[in-house]
């Protein structure tokens, strides 16, 4: 049977009694039926799987005690800050979930050219707690014990500001070279425009800051797929696929 994983927000140690928050506890009780004496591992992001057991379980709360604690880190060596131009409706969702469960370790939304996204300050927060929701159920359902962090949503031009020490790559259609003209990255800063890509002053501006372009053969992939087929050729050449 397979043993839910739950992320918890706090410091866990060994012997602790645990109460969970309230979405986990209301999956437990409702979803998944469960009763007190049921299993299950909670993690919080220091690389340890903590395994528990439920000691209290009604409407009010759930509370857990840890049994085990076992480190069980399962971090790709390559370290991968996704850079994805922010699209419309569901995709987003769909790359952060599955670029989570590929392995990246950083993902900045990027407000681009041809982003068709404006909110104010207040609501570009909480898209963020929302996508940083959707990391944290990836990592539950993938087996990470490391948690992805969701920057806040900036300007492509300010993003492309920051240091890195690492290699710096693009998505560029037009672009001469391919994946296999990198030479064994520990770090990639991968950049990945919206619906439409990435506009010609853009491309200037990201290889200014050090961006190398590549490209993925002769088809144009959707904003969507794109980086789902490039990091898991990256991770498949340089980390653990």
């Known amino acids: 049977m397979r043993i839910t994983r739950i992320y918890y927000p706090h410091h866990l140690a060994l012997d602790q009694m645990a109460t969970l928050t309230d979405q986990a506890a209301n999956h437990l ?38 049994t085990e604690n076992i480190l069980c880190s399962r971090q790709s060596p390559l370290g ?33 050219e041809r982003c068709n996204v404006r909110l104010d300050t207040e609501r570009w927060e909480k898209k963020r707690q929302h996508w940083q929701a959707v990391a944290i159920s990836a990592c539950e359902q993938s087996g990470r014990t490391d948690l992805v962090t969701i920057h806040t949503p900036q300007l492509l031009s300010i993003w492309l500001q920051t240091t890195f020490s690492g290699m710096r790559i693009m998505l560029d259609p037009q672009a001469s070279k391919n994946i296999k003209h990198l030479v064994d990255p520990t770090a990639i800063q991968l950049l990945i ?12 501006h990201a290889t200014t800051a050090g961006f190398m372009g590549i490209q993925l053969g002769p088809r ?19 980390g653990d696929l």
């Open 220 to 238: 144009i992939l959707r904003s969507e797929t794109a980086p789902l087929a490039v990091i898991s050729i990256l991770q498949h050449l340089f």
């Open 193 to 204: 425009g919206s619906e439409g890509g990435l506009s010609e002053a853009e491309i200037q």
């Open 29 to 66: 009780r409702n979803v998944l039926r469960a009763e007190i004496g049921d299993v299950c591992v909670l993690f919080n992001g220091d690389g340890y799987e903590y395994h528990a057991r439920i000691a209290t379980l009604n409407k009010k709360e759930v509370q857990v005690q840890i």
């Open 80 to 112: 991968i800050h996704l850079g994805q131009g922010i699209s419309r409706g569901e995709k987003m969702d769909w790359v952060i979930q599955k670029s989570t469960e590929l392995g990246v370790r950083d993902i900045t939304p990027l407000i681009t």
